[in-house]
């Protein structure tokens, strides 16, 4: 017998197909996906390096996750997890930010010209320790952990 999604998870899948339906994402619009992580630089040392990045979500599953297409945002340095992972976020979503409400231009060669098209971000994800940088809950493993998220 398979599992019952739940109401949120198809109430989220429609309000997606439903502006694409509406036709207010268009053909050309880029979907994007931005994500997390931390990972450890070196085997013998202990550091902390977090690194987003971004996925353009047009591509097919074959191609979206392969080195040419996904696209660093940025990386945060450090010995421990950052404390406030805003101040590093910032500049890629305030540069996304811009495009959406500019609209971004692209120069067309073989047609002699130029297109405005726009950006979405679709999701956003993280692993488990990331998502309370990300979110700025408490978590699993606090005194008190998190019981309702």
Not at 29 to 47: C, E, F, P, R, W
Not at 85 to 107: K, N, P, T, Y
Request: proline fraction near 3%; aromatic fraction near 12%; charge should be negative.
């Amino acid at each position: 017998m398979g599992s019952i999604p739940l109401v949120d998870d198809i109430a989220a899948g429609w309000d997606y197909l439903g502006v694409v339906l509406k036709g207010n994402i268009k053909k050309d619009d880029i979907i994007l996906m931005v994500s997390l992580d931390g990972t450890q630089l070196y085997a013998s040392k202990q550091s902390d390096c977090w690194i987003y990045t971004w996925v353009v979500l047009n591509l097919a599953p074959d191609k979206r996750y392969k080195k040419i297409h996904v696209y660093l945002g940025g990386f945060i340095p450090g010995l421990n997890k950052p404390k406030n992972i805003d101040l590093f976020l910032f500049v890629g979503l305030h540069h996304l930010a811009a495009l959406q409400h500019e609209g971004l231009r692209i120069w067309d060669s073989s047609k002699d010209c130029t297109f405005s098209l726009d950006l979405y971000l679709l999701f956003t994800t993280v692993d488990g320790p990331g998502l309370i940088c990300w979110d700025g809950m408490v978590g699993h493993s606090s005194k008190n952990g998190c019981h309702v998220y």
